[in-house]
Every structure is written in structure tokens, then in C-alpha cells.
């Protein structure tokens, strides 16, 4: 039922959502030089690597892009249209491919890089036990990321030491818990978070989990 709601929403968000891609490609073109879309090695089920696409939201540096470490939401290498796009997630919307492809779902952990699969314990590696996807509940409660990234002096070492670690739990807490119904108050509450309209209790019922987060940002500013 999950496939068929994926290859069924992904053409039909093809679709409705055409208008819009086609105005934010004709931006992207306008204000930087470089290619529309930005493509990227990423893990999905199984730690099967596939090529995720975004609209590119970083300055015409391919290598960069490709390579960089975790960056600052405020950094110069950003431009001004994708800032707008990554804090509305419009940057996300070449995805649907992705989920039509079979590579990603509409919910599920977000792709990882290979790169940072090293960091990981047999346990953790047991989000690939499910499709990787656009939105999920660690997606959701860290909607606030690159403002935590914005706060701290080493984005990179904050990213693998704390967050990372976080999100996984997160994951495993959706792949505990999933189901199709749940996976529809998840696209909801992914709308609803970029309008600020819900809170991470609603999407995550676990208080000692979600406590985590109040701990880490405790953290900024002293050790990071």
C-alpha cells in the first residue's frame, strides 16, 4: 500500500507542482550561474547508493557542493534564492523522481551520505531496513537545524558528535512505530511544521526522546 501511495502521489505531485519547479528553475538560472538541479550520492534501503536530486541552492561550484562538510544556513555559499528555498523546502520538490524511481519514499529517514556510514554501530544501520525519504519524525523536530548550525563554531563536528547520533534514534523510533496512517499525519505535520502550526510532541509521543533535543541545545555555545 506504501509503494502504491508513493508512485501514485509522486506523479501526482509531478503534476501540481509542476508550475512551480518550472518558476524556480527559470529563478535559479536568473540569479547564479551553474545547473538547476544538484545531484549527490546518497544511501537508501538496504545502504544501496543512489543519486538524489535538489534544485541547487549553493553557488556554482560543483566540487564544493559534492564534497563540502556540513555548512552554515547563513553561509556565502548559499545563494539568496536557495536560502528562500531550503527554509521551505522547495529545494526537496525534484524528489518526487526519486520516490516514482523506487529510491525514496514520501516518509522515511532521509538519505545518508556514504561518507558518514562509518559512523555508524550495527543497531543504527538498522534504519535501512526501510526506504529512505523526503520527511520523517527527525526531519520534523530538527525543522531548526540550520539555525542550530548558524549557532555553533564547528557545524561539521556539532553535526556527527550530536545531531546525527539524535536522528538516528529518531528513525528508528519512526521504523518502531510505522504505518501507513502514521505516514499521512507525517506529511501533514511536515506541512504544518513550515507554518510552525505543530509541535514535536505531536509527531513523536516519546517524551524522554524528545528531551534529548532540549539537552543539545543546551550544549551550543559550550562545547561546540
Known amino acids: ?23 524556480v528553475a527559470i529563478g535559479i538560472k536568473l540569479t547564479s550561474r ?14 544501496r547508493e543512489f543519486n538524489i536530486y535538489k534544485f541547487r541552492s549553493m553557488v556554482s561550484n560543483e566540487f564544493r557542493e559534492k564534497n563540502s562538510v556540513q555548512i552554515k544556513g547563513s553561509s556565502n555559499e548559499i545563494t ?8 521551505t523546502k522547495i529545494d526537496e520538490l525534484p524528489q518526487f523522481w526519486n520516490i516514482l524511481k523506487g529510491d525514496m519514499s514520501f516518509i522515511g529517514p532521509r538519505p545518508e551520505l556514504p561518507r558518514r556510514l562509518k559512523y555508524y554501530d550495527e543497531r543504527q544501520r538498522g ?11 527527525a526531519s520534523i523536530v530538527f525543522s531548526d537545524e540550520e ?38 499525519w507525517l506529511i501533514v505535520a511536515t506541512g504544518l511544521k513550515i507554518l510552525n502550526k505543530v509541535k514535536n510532541k505531536d509527531v513523536v509521543k516519546d517524551e524522554k526522546l524528545l528531551e534529548e533535543k532540549d539537552k543539545m541545545v543546551e550544549m551550543i555555545g559550550v562545547e561546540y
Open 1 to 23: 500500500m506504501k509503494r502504491l501511495f508513493d508512485i501514485v502521489g509522486s506523479i501526482i505531485g509531478l503534476i501540481v507542482f509542476s508550475p512551480i519547479m518550472i518558476i
Open 34 to 47: 551553474g545547473p538547476i538541479l544538484f545531484s549527490q550520492r546518497r544511501l537508501t534501503m538496504g545502504m
Open 80 to 87: 539568496g534564492i536557495g536560502k528562500f528555498m531550503r527554509r
Open 127 to 137: 534504519i535501512f531496513t526501510v526506504r529512505s525519504g523526503i520527511s520523517s519524525p
Open 147 to 184: 539555525y542550530l548550525m548558524n549557532r555553533v563554531k564547528d557545524p561539521e563536528k556539532f553535526y556527527i558528535e550530536q545531531i546525527m547520533p539524535y536522528k538516528i534514534e529518531l528513525n528508528l523510533y519512526y521504523i518502531k512505530h510505522q504505518s501507513f496512517f502514521y505516514d499521512i
